[in-house]
Protein backbone atom coordinates (compact mmCIF):
# COMPACT_ATOMS: atom_id res chain seq x y z
CA UNK A 1 0.00 0.00 0.00
CA UNK A 2 2.80 2.28 1.07
CA UNK A 3 5.43 1.18 -1.82
CA UNK A 4 5.76 4.82 -3.37
CA UNK A 5 6.75 6.02 0.00
CA UNK A 6 8.62 3.25 0.87
CA UNK A 7 10.48 3.27 -2.45
CA UNK A 8 10.92 7.39 -2.81
CA UNK A 9 14.31 8.63 -4.25
CA UNK A 10 15.13 12.11 -3.45
CA UNK A 11 16.14 14.51 -6.23
CA UNK A 12 20.04 14.12 -6.68
CA UNK A 13 20.46 18.10 -6.13
CA UNK A 14 19.33 17.74 -2.14
CA UNK A 15 22.42 16.88 -0.09
CA UNK A 16 22.57 13.61 1.84
CA UNK A 17 23.55 13.88 5.43
CA UNK A 18 24.08 9.61 6.86
CA UNK A 19 24.17 9.41 10.73
CA UNK A 20 24.61 6.58 12.92
CA UNK A 21 23.00 7.86 16.23
CA UNK A 22 23.38 6.61 19.24
CA UNK A 23 23.52 7.50 23.63
CA UNK A 24 25.66 7.38 26.68
CA UNK A 25 23.79 7.31 29.72
CA UNK A 26 20.96 9.33 28.16
CA UNK A 27 22.90 11.57 26.64
CA UNK A 28 22.55 11.68 22.58
CA UNK A 29 25.56 11.01 19.88
CA UNK A 30 24.73 11.51 16.06
CA UNK A 31 27.89 9.97 14.42
CA UNK A 32 28.25 11.79 10.39
CA UNK A 33 28.58 8.85 8.24
CA UNK A 34 28.65 10.18 4.76
CA UNK A 35 28.02 13.27 2.63
CA UNK A 36 30.37 15.41 5.03
CA UNK A 37 33.07 17.37 3.54
CA UNK A 38 36.86 16.67 3.61
CA UNK A 39 37.87 18.91 6.79
CA UNK A 40 41.79 19.79 5.41
CA UNK A 41 44.38 20.23 8.49
CA UNK A 42 47.36 18.75 9.88
CA UNK A 43 45.81 18.47 13.55
CA UNK A 44 42.70 18.70 14.72
CA UNK A 45 41.98 21.84 15.98
CA UNK A 46 42.90 23.05 12.50
CA UNK A 47 40.23 20.98 11.54
CA UNK A 48 38.12 22.27 13.80
CA UNK A 49 38.90 25.69 13.23
CA UNK A 50 37.97 25.32 9.31
CA UNK A 51 34.64 23.42 10.13
CA UNK A 52 33.36 26.63 12.39
CA UNK A 53 34.68 28.94 9.36
CA UNK A 54 33.64 27.50 6.09
CA UNK A 55 30.92 24.18 7.06
CA UNK A 56 28.96 26.07 10.47
CA UNK A 57 25.75 25.66 8.10
CA UNK A 58 26.45 21.72 8.13
CA UNK A 59 26.72 21.82 12.21
CA UNK A 60 22.95 23.74 12.66
CA UNK A 61 21.38 21.69 9.81
CA UNK A 62 22.07 18.38 12.07
CA UNK A 63 21.91 19.77 15.91
CA UNK A 64 19.27 22.06 15.47
CA UNK A 65 15.18 21.88 14.69
CA UNK A 66 13.76 20.60 12.68
CA UNK A 67 16.54 17.71 12.12
CA UNK A 68 17.84 17.33 15.40
CA UNK A 69 16.98 19.80 19.36
CA UNK A 70 18.72 21.66 21.48
CA UNK A 71 20.49 19.04 23.35
CA UNK A 72 21.59 17.41 20.38
CA UNK A 73 25.50 16.64 20.12
CA UNK A 74 27.03 15.09 17.19
CA UNK A 75 30.88 14.60 15.88
CA UNK A 76 32.18 14.05 12.55
CA UNK A 77 34.91 11.59 11.79
CA UNK A 78 37.74 12.60 10.16
CA UNK A 79 41.21 10.40 9.40
CA UNK A 80 44.05 10.25 11.51
CA UNK A 81 46.55 12.45 12.71
CA UNK A 82 48.54 10.52 14.37
CA UNK A 83 50.14 7.29 12.78
CA UNK A 84 49.16 5.27 15.47
CA UNK A 85 45.64 6.61 15.63
CA UNK A 86 42.34 4.77 14.32
CA UNK A 87 40.50 7.96 13.17
CA UNK A 88 40.03 11.64 14.11
CA UNK A 89 37.15 12.89 16.12
CA UNK A 90 34.96 17.16 16.03
CA UNK A 91 32.55 17.45 18.51
CA UNK A 92 29.93 19.43 17.81
CA UNK A 93 26.85 20.99 19.51
CA UNK A 94 24.03 23.94 19.85
CA UNK A 95 26.65 26.48 19.73
CA UNK A 96 29.97 25.51 18.17
CA UNK A 97 32.76 22.71 18.45
CA UNK A 98 33.70 20.90 21.82
CA UNK A 99 37.44 19.98 22.17
CA UNK A 100 36.75 16.71 24.06
CA UNK A 101 33.65 14.85 24.63
CA UNK A 102 33.84 11.76 27.20
CA UNK A 103 30.30 10.55 25.89
CA UNK A 104 30.69 10.97 22.42
CA UNK A 105 34.23 8.23 23.04
CA UNK A 106 32.33 5.44 25.08
CA UNK A 107 29.62 5.84 22.10
CA UNK A 108 32.62 5.84 19.24
CA UNK A 109 34.56 2.86 21.10
CA UNK A 110 31.17 1.11 20.56
CA UNK A 111 30.00 2.34 17.37
CA UNK A 112 33.66 1.08 15.93
CA UNK A 113 34.00 -2.31 17.28
CA UNK A 114 30.45 -3.21 16.44
CA UNK A 115 29.99 -1.82 12.74
CA UNK A 116 33.78 -3.68 12.33
CA UNK A 117 35.42 0.06 11.86
CA UNK A 118 38.20 -1.01 14.18
CA UNK A 119 38.84 -5.03 14.23
CA UNK A 120 37.17 -7.04 17.47
CA UNK A 121 38.99 -8.77 19.86
CA UNK A 122 37.79 -10.53 23.25
CA UNK A 123 38.30 -9.05 26.04
CA UNK A 124 39.29 -6.04 24.82
CA UNK A 125 39.73 -3.59 21.76
CA UNK A 126 41.25 -0.16 21.95
CA UNK A 127 39.97 2.13 20.07
CA UNK A 128 42.38 5.28 19.72
CA UNK A 129 40.63 8.19 18.45
CA UNK A 130 42.60 12.18 17.67
CA UNK A 131 40.46 14.95 19.57
CA UNK A 132 41.21 18.69 19.63
CA UNK A 133 42.24 18.63 23.02
CA UNK A 134 44.56 15.11 21.97
CA UNK A 135 44.96 11.57 21.44
CA UNK A 136 42.50 9.44 23.70
CA UNK A 137 42.12 5.64 23.80
CA UNK A 138 38.61 4.05 24.25
CA UNK A 139 38.52 0.16 25.24
CA UNK A 140 35.73 -1.85 24.85
CA UNK A 141 34.63 -4.85 26.75
CA UNK A 142 34.10 -7.29 24.00
CA UNK A 143 31.72 -10.43 24.85
CA UNK A 144 30.76 -12.33 21.59
CA UNK A 145 29.40 -9.68 18.81
CA UNK A 146 28.87 -6.89 21.55
CA UNK A 147 30.70 -4.15 23.26
CA UNK A 148 29.25 -4.32 26.83
CA UNK A 149 30.73 -1.08 28.17
CA UNK A 150 33.44 0.86 27.22
CA UNK A 151 36.31 2.52 29.10
CA UNK A 152 38.83 5.60 27.63
CA UNK A 153 42.14 7.34 29.01
CA UNK A 154 41.47 10.58 28.97
CA UNK A 155 43.88 13.62 28.44
CA UNK A 156 45.67 14.77 31.20
CA UNK A 157 43.48 16.63 33.54
CA UNK A 158 44.86 19.31 36.03
CA UNK A 159 43.40 22.00 38.63
CA UNK A 160 43.78 25.53 38.17
CA UNK A 161 41.93 27.23 40.97
CA UNK A 162 40.58 25.94 44.06
CA UNK A 163 37.96 28.10 45.93
CA UNK A 164 37.71 30.82 43.45
CA UNK A 165 35.02 33.59 43.83
CA UNK A 166 32.94 35.45 41.21
CA UNK A 167 30.00 37.73 41.73
CA UNK A 168 26.98 36.44 39.76
CA UNK A 169 23.99 38.70 39.37
CA UNK A 170 21.19 36.63 41.07
CA UNK A 171 22.78 34.21 43.50
CA UNK A 172 25.43 36.83 44.20
CA UNK A 173 28.93 35.88 45.31
CA UNK A 174 29.66 32.42 44.56
CA UNK A 175 32.93 29.90 45.24
CA UNK A 176 33.98 27.44 42.40
CA UNK A 177 36.68 25.35 41.65
CA UNK A 178 38.31 25.55 37.76
CA UNK A 179 40.03 22.25 36.62
CA UNK A 180 40.58 21.04 33.05
CA UNK A 181 39.30 17.46 31.90
CA UNK A 182 39.57 17.75 28.06
CA UNK A 183 38.04 21.21 28.63
CA UNK A 184 37.69 23.89 31.24
CA UNK A 185 34.75 23.64 33.85
CA UNK A 186 33.75 25.71 37.11
CA UNK A 187 32.56 23.21 39.76
CA UNK A 188 29.79 24.81 41.79
CA UNK A 189 28.09 22.85 44.65
CA UNK A 190 24.45 22.83 43.58
CA UNK A 191 23.67 23.65 47.54
CA UNK A 192 25.08 26.63 46.96
CA UNK A 193 22.48 28.22 44.63
CA UNK A 194 19.96 26.74 46.41
CA UNK A 195 18.95 24.10 44.07
CA UNK A 196 19.31 20.07 43.80
CA UNK A 197 21.04 18.00 40.72
CA UNK A 198 17.47 16.42 39.68
CA UNK A 199 15.26 16.64 36.71
CA UNK A 200 12.76 19.06 38.24
CA UNK A 201 15.21 21.94 38.61
CA UNK A 202 16.74 21.76 35.79
CA UNK A 203 15.61 24.55 34.08
CA UNK A 204 16.76 26.69 37.28
CA UNK A 205 20.40 25.24 36.73
CA UNK A 206 20.62 26.20 33.11
CA UNK A 207 19.57 29.50 34.25
CA UNK A 208 21.92 29.93 37.54
CA UNK A 209 24.76 27.81 35.63
CA UNK A 210 24.76 29.58 32.46
CA UNK A 211 24.79 33.58 34.65
CA UNK A 212 28.10 31.80 36.42
CA UNK A 213 29.66 30.82 33.00
CA UNK A 214 28.99 34.48 31.89
CA UNK A 215 30.38 36.11 34.94
CA UNK A 216 33.49 33.85 34.97
CA UNK A 217 34.65 34.44 31.53
CA UNK A 218 33.87 38.23 31.72
CA UNK A 219 36.12 38.35 35.31
CA UNK A 220 39.27 35.94 34.08
CA UNK A 221 41.13 35.17 31.13
CA UNK A 222 41.73 31.10 31.39
CA UNK A 223 44.54 29.71 29.48
CA UNK A 224 45.69 26.68 28.56
CA UNK A 225 49.42 26.00 28.54
CA UNK A 226 50.00 24.89 25.23
CA UNK A 227 47.41 25.68 23.09
CA UNK A 228 45.47 29.29 22.71
CA UNK A 229 42.08 27.55 21.18
CA UNK A 230 41.58 25.03 24.06
CA UNK A 231 41.79 28.18 26.44
CA UNK A 232 37.87 29.17 27.54
CA UNK A 233 34.97 28.21 29.49
CA UNK A 234 33.12 25.41 28.19
CA UNK A 235 30.45 24.76 31.15
CA UNK A 236 29.59 25.05 34.64
CA UNK A 237 29.08 21.79 36.98
CA UNK A 238 26.97 21.74 39.12
CA UNK A 239 27.75 19.02 42.33
CA UNK A 240 25.37 17.41 44.59
CA UNK A 241 25.04 14.22 46.52
CA UNK A 242 24.06 10.95 45.03
CA UNK A 243 20.25 9.15 44.60
CA UNK A 244 21.85 5.95 44.91
CA UNK A 245 23.64 4.73 48.06
CA UNK A 246 26.58 3.07 46.74
CA UNK A 247 27.37 6.16 44.10
CA UNK A 248 29.70 8.79 45.48
CA UNK A 249 27.98 11.83 43.85
CA UNK A 250 25.99 13.39 41.02
CA UNK A 251 27.02 16.13 38.44
CA UNK A 252 25.34 18.70 36.28
CA UNK A 253 26.97 19.88 33.16
CA UNK A 254 25.51 22.95 31.47
CA UNK A 255 27.22 23.76 28.58
CA UNK A 256 28.00 25.66 25.17
CA UNK A 257 24.38 27.46 25.01
CA UNK A 258 22.61 26.41 28.10
CA UNK A 259 22.55 22.64 27.25
CA UNK A 260 22.40 20.22 29.57
CA UNK A 261 24.45 17.14 29.52
CA UNK A 262 22.26 13.77 30.60
CA UNK A 263 25.40 11.82 31.17
CA UNK A 264 27.25 12.54 34.13
CA UNK A 265 30.09 14.54 31.63
CA UNK A 266 32.74 12.19 30.84
CA UNK A 267 35.16 15.46 30.69
CA UNK A 268 33.32 16.68 34.21
CA UNK A 269 34.43 13.81 36.20
CA UNK A 270 37.96 13.86 34.59
CA UNK A 271 38.10 17.54 36.02
CA UNK A 272 36.60 16.11 39.43
CA UNK A 273 38.92 13.39 39.35
CA UNK A 274 42.07 16.01 38.86
CA UNK A 275 40.18 18.11 42.29
CA UNK A 276 40.10 14.93 44.02
CA UNK A 277 43.34 14.45 43.75
CA UNK A 278 44.49 17.95 44.54
CA UNK A 279 42.66 18.06 47.68
CA UNK A 280 43.84 14.72 48.55
CA UNK A 281 40.63 12.90 48.62
CA UNK A 282 41.66 10.36 45.53
CA UNK A 283 44.98 8.97 45.01
CA UNK A 284 45.87 7.05 41.58
CA UNK A 285 43.89 3.40 41.25
CA UNK A 286 41.32 4.83 43.73
CA UNK A 287 37.74 4.77 41.71
CA UNK A 288 34.33 6.75 42.28
CA UNK A 289 31.04 6.41 41.16
CA UNK A 290 29.12 9.67 39.84
CA UNK A 291 25.29 9.77 38.95
CA UNK A 292 24.24 12.14 36.15
CA UNK A 293 21.00 13.94 36.49
CA UNK A 294 19.16 11.24 35.33
CA UNK A 295 20.85 8.90 37.48
CA UNK A 296 22.97 6.93 35.33
CA UNK A 297 26.73 6.59 36.12
CA UNK A 298 30.05 6.68 34.79
CA UNK A 299 32.78 5.25 36.76
CA UNK A 300 35.85 7.41 36.96
CA UNK A 301 39.13 6.28 37.98
CA UNK A 302 42.62 7.79 38.27
CA UNK A 303 45.14 5.50 36.39
CA UNK A 304 48.05 7.26 37.37
CA UNK A 305 49.23 10.80 38.08
CA UNK A 306 51.71 12.58 35.90
CA UNK A 307 52.32 16.58 34.97
CA UNK A 308 51.17 18.87 32.35
CA UNK A 309 53.31 21.87 31.94
CA UNK A 310 53.32 23.35 35.42
CA UNK A 311 50.68 21.89 36.19
CA UNK A 312 50.26 18.69 38.19
CA UNK A 313 47.92 16.10 36.51
CA UNK A 314 46.14 12.71 36.41
CA UNK A 315 45.00 10.74 33.64
CA UNK A 316 41.60 10.03 33.98
CA UNK A 317 40.05 6.56 33.06
CA UNK A 318 36.41 6.50 32.55
CA UNK A 319 33.61 4.04 31.86
CA UNK A 320 30.35 4.14 30.66
CA UNK A 321 27.96 1.98 28.24
CA UNK A 322 26.56 3.56 24.91
CA UNK A 323 23.60 2.20 23.15
CA UNK A 324 22.29 2.66 19.19
CA UNK A 325 19.20 4.43 18.55
CA UNK A 326 19.10 4.74 14.88
CA UNK A 327 20.33 4.98 11.23
CA UNK A 328 19.47 8.13 9.21
CA UNK A 329 19.70 10.08 5.90
CA UNK A 330 19.18 13.49 6.21
CA UNK A 331 18.53 15.57 3.57
CA UNK A 332 18.94 19.69 2.74
CA UNK A 333 16.77 21.24 -0.22
CA UNK A 334 18.12 24.06 -1.75
CA UNK A 335 14.57 25.32 -1.61
CA UNK A 336 14.29 25.04 1.88
CA UNK A 337 15.08 28.41 3.35
CA UNK A 338 14.78 26.57 6.71
CA UNK A 339 17.57 24.19 5.22
CA UNK A 340 20.22 25.29 7.76
CA UNK A 341 18.11 24.53 10.95
CA UNK A 342 16.80 27.38 13.50
CA UNK A 343 17.37 27.36 17.10
CA UNK A 344 14.59 28.90 19.25
CA UNK A 345 17.51 30.12 21.67
Known amino acids: MFDALKNFTPPTSRLRLA????HTAGEPLRI???GYPDLPGDDMLARRRYAAAHLDPLRTA???????????YG????????PDSHFGALFMHNEGYS??????VIALGKAAVETGLVASEEPISSVRIDTPAGTVTAFARVSGSRVTSVFFHNVPSFVVALDAEVDVPGPGRIRYDLAFGGAFYAYVPVAAVGLRCVPE???RLIEVGMAIKRAIMTSRRILHPFDEDLGFLYGVIFTGPPESADAHSRNVCVFAEGQVDRSPTGTGVSGRAALAYARGEMAAGDERIVESILGTRFAVRIARVTRFGPYPAVIPEVEGRAHLT???????DPDDD???GFFLG
Open 62 to 72: LMWEPRGHREM
Open 326 to 332: GRHTFFL
Open 75 to 82: CILTPPVQ
Open 19 to 22: TLDY
Open 99 to 104: TMCGHA
Open 338 to 340: LGP
Open 32 to 34: VTG
Open 201 to 203: DHQ
